[in-house]
């Protein structure tokens, strides 16, 4: 069974927003054993649309459309689909119902184009939206499920999660779709292809692996499907079980639709055990990933952003003759930082970064890309020194996934 998504929408062609949309369809469908096909963005332009829905309707099996309900005349989805379907509008007293009763609630005016949201192809089965006045559209076609939703994240999540998925599964039966990933940190992809070559060529043809490599890490993804889950699952279990022995040195968790720093949240959580950060190159990085997970408040005590020197000297105390003799990117500092803001905060963990992210050389004679990190624990502390290359983005993006790599690696050895 596999599903095609279009969005549509100018903004997501130039830039102007990011398509979240398709990635939360994409984990939603997955998990009931839907495989998207194709993701399709089109321009708020009749024809465009037209043709991708013509190109969907041959590719897939259900067609997924967000975006362009508005009440605005840019808004033209509801008109393309009603032709393609050789369809016509009709008011929908239930949509009406509900747009008057949100803008009942917020003592907003009532426009006659607010109406025309209760505008839904006659054809369609309409899906009530409890978040807002766009409803959500069911539409059949040669044995192909279309469904129309608004663009709104939190609008189109809550009819996936409420209506969607309960018509699809009511309509269709889905294979079992599982995934397995195993995190590693501290070899390059093609290292660790080469590594494992002929147990990858020993998979059977129901399992496929896939290399999801970014900067400092690679994750292994086992995905498999089948009708019959017992067997799935003994299966993933049995290639994993060989898989390890020959990775075990670079191995450093699953991931279960979780980043690394969201494992690492979990472990302190079941630990009860907290962390906080002392940040200098790479600017908030670190704790930018912590707190955006949920539950992030458990183990994460706070950060110190110490860009500057003096940040460094009256905040988190780093003797101003270590950074005289040293440098403000040496092993000293970054220690220092360490220890310091574990003290601050009062946590099990802290962790710190000091470096030159680049252009230049900054306050420091250090070569851009060069980095410290520390890890303090309660037993002592320890560093590393890095050269990232000389990309700015690059260093701060490698700098924060090494952080979490030492950090793991440290949790990991209890």
Excluded at 97 to 118: M, R
């Amino acid at each position: 069974m596999q599903a095609e998504i279009i969005t549509i929408g100018d903004e997501i062609l130039i830039g102007q927003i990011v398509d979240t949309n398709s990635a939360f369809l994409g984990k939603e469908f997955n998990k009931i054993g839907i495989s998207v096909y194709q993701i399709t963005s089109a321009q708020d332009d009749k024809t465009h649309i037209l043709k991708a829905l013509k190109e969907a309707e041959e590719n897939a099996d259900i067609i997924i459309i967000t975006g362009g309900l508005g009440p605005t005349k840019d808004d033209i989805t509801k008109q393309t689909i009603c032709e393609y379907f050789n369809d016509t509008l009709i008011e929908d007293k239930s949509v009406l119902k509900n747009v008057e009763q949100i803008f009942s609630k917020y003592n907003a005016p009532l426009l006659t184009v607010n109406k025309h949201q209760a505008l839904v192809p006659s054809k369609s089965k309409v899906l009530m939206n409890k978040y807002g006045t766009a409803p959500g559209m069911w539409m059949e076609k040669n044995g192909k499920v279309f469904v129309s939703l608004p663009g709104v994240p939190y609008e189109m999540k809550a009819l996936i999660k409420d209506e969607v998925i309960p018509l699809l599964r009511s309509k269709f039966k889905f294979p079992y779709i599982m995934h397995k990933t195993l995190l590693t940190y501290g070899i390059g992809e093609s290292a660790l292809a080469d590594r494992i070559e002929a147990w990858e060529d020993g998979l059977p043809g129901f399992i496929k692996l896939a290399y999801l490599p970014s900067l400092g890490r690679v994750r292994l993804r086992l995905s498999g499907k089948s009708n019959n889950k017992e067997t799935l699952e003994g299966e993933l279990k049995q290639q994993i079980d060989l898989l390890r022995p020959q990775i075990e040195d670079v191995f450093v968790g699953y991931e279960e639709d979780l980043s690394i720093e969201a494992v690492i949240g979990k472990q302190l959580t079941e630990q009860e055990e907290t962390l906080s950060v002392a940040e200098s190159c790479t600017g908030g990085q670190i704790a930018k990933a912590i707190t955006a997970n949920a539950g992030a408040s458990k183990y994460f005590k706070g950060s110190i952003v110490s860009y500057a020197t003096e940040s460094k000297i009256n905040v988190l105390n780093v003797p101003e003759e270590d950074i005289a003799s040293k440098s403000v990117v040496s092993k000293e500092v970054a220690e220092t930082m360490a220890v310091n803001v574990r003290q601050l905060f009062k946590s099990d963990y802290g962790i710190s970064t000091t470096g030159n992210a680049g252009p230049s050389k900054g306050e420091s004679d250090a070569d851009v890309g060069t980095v410290w990190i520390a890890i303090a624990t309660k037993s002592g502390v320890y560093s590393k020194e890095y050269n990232f290359g000389n990309l700015r983005e690059k260093v701060i993006i490698r700098a924060t996934n090494k952080a979490f790599e030492m950090l793991q690696k440290e949790i990991l050895k209890k």
